[in-house]
């Protein structure tokens, strides 16, 4: 299979935006509220590469480095541990403001609550997310990975006390359908971030607690008196694509929004053909999706999270697995005084497409389409750190997925 990149410029229609109320700058507050209490919380670094930015020609690049959060090496459980946070808080009817992390733990709300069965599917970060929000509850936790998951995001979960098996021969979206039986048969709690019909309420709540880490991010940029032109963010099924956009988009409108790119592995992007086919269905990827960037490789968009990228997103990338690999090196490589930053497969794969697109001669038109120049400011997310420590050195020390006949840019010295 050649890869290549390939682009989707949305047009979006004014009079058909989605509602953004279930993701504006209220619900945000709540959420980033909700995680602040916990004793683990601490705003994660927005790192600016300003000699990247003048090696690209760019006015400025920034990344949020998920690789500190809550000690988990990643993103996700800011998604899992509100889901449940929200879900607790429902089921003993009080508002998640009334619900901190103390009281959270409390004996009382564990009297109240009995003992719970938390269950999900994952690629990894997700699930140890999930596991680890179930730990500090003192709840039990059901993971199930898919065929081809690292070993070692499988024993993360199980240190957490999660009953954690991959399942042979099953994709993400097969072990999806397989917690949900799960879940059906024994009375378990499902937190999922792929949505279907009568199945929105916890994925809408997991959109609103990746939410914070957006919020953080517009926070830290605003304190340095930056303004952002371009986002771009990776997508799985979207639920993180959704909190990033239509969080910007809420608290931006008209000409101030940033120009927003959705990324996705070519071999995974489930996002990108619904995008292209443009014929108001959502589109599936489906077979064994082998990507690298195992954290997107996930065949079915989230219902409840396409209208807003349908609504708000400028653009749609599909890319190929050596821009990912690309991307680890680069962060993990920097430029004279930049800081280093250690990001796994899905975690850089905007930074290797980025830097692609701005480097390489046969992808100026993408360049032009995504209106990147001299005057860009951009805001990336690493969503995870080397959360699978043996690929992280295969990649960066020896050299998995190059692309050398494509390198034939100058470099500034």
Known sequence: MKETYKIVLNKI????????????KEVTGKAQKFHS???QYSITPLVELKNLSEQFGVKNIFVKDESYRFGLNAFKVLGGSFAIGKYIAERLGVDIDDLPFEKLTSKEVKEKLGDLTFVTATDGNHGRGVAWAANKLNQKCVVIMPSGSAIERRDNIRALGAK???????????????????????GWIMVQDTAWDGY???????????????????????????????????????SFATGVTGYFSSVFEGQDKPFITIVEPEKANCNFITAQANDGKIHMVTGKMDTIMAGLACGEPVTVGWPILKSYADAFLSIPDKAAAR???????????????????????????????????????????????????????????????????????????????????????
């Open 164 to 186: 954690c098996d991959i399942m042979d021969g099953l994709n993400y979206d097969q072990c999806v359908r397989l917690a949900n039986k799960y879940a059906q048969e024994n």
């Open 200 to 238: 929105e309420k916890i994925p809408t709540w997991i959109i609103q607690g990746y939410s914070t880490m957006a919020k953080e991010a517009k926070d830290q940029l605003e304190e340095r008196g930056e303004k952002v032109t371009h986002i771009f963010v990776q997508a799985g099924v979207g």
């Open 37 to 39: 209490s916990f004793p």
């Open 327 to 413: 991307g680890m090196r680069i962060l993990g490589n920097p430029l004279k005084d930049d800081k280093r930053i250690i990001s796994g497969e899905s975690g850089a794969a905007t930074m290797g497409a980025l830097s692609e697109i701005l480097q390489r001669k046969d992808l100026e038109e993408i360049k032009k389409d995504l209106k990147l120049d001299e005057n860009s400011v951009i805001l990336l997310f690493s969503t995870e750190g080397d959360t699978d420590f043996a690929h992280y050195r295969k990649v960066v020390w020896d050299g998995y997925y190059t692309n050398e006949e494509n390198y034939n840019y100058k470099i500034q010295r």
């Open 13 to 24: 229609a004014d009079e058909k935006k989605a509602d953004l109320s279930f993701i504006n």
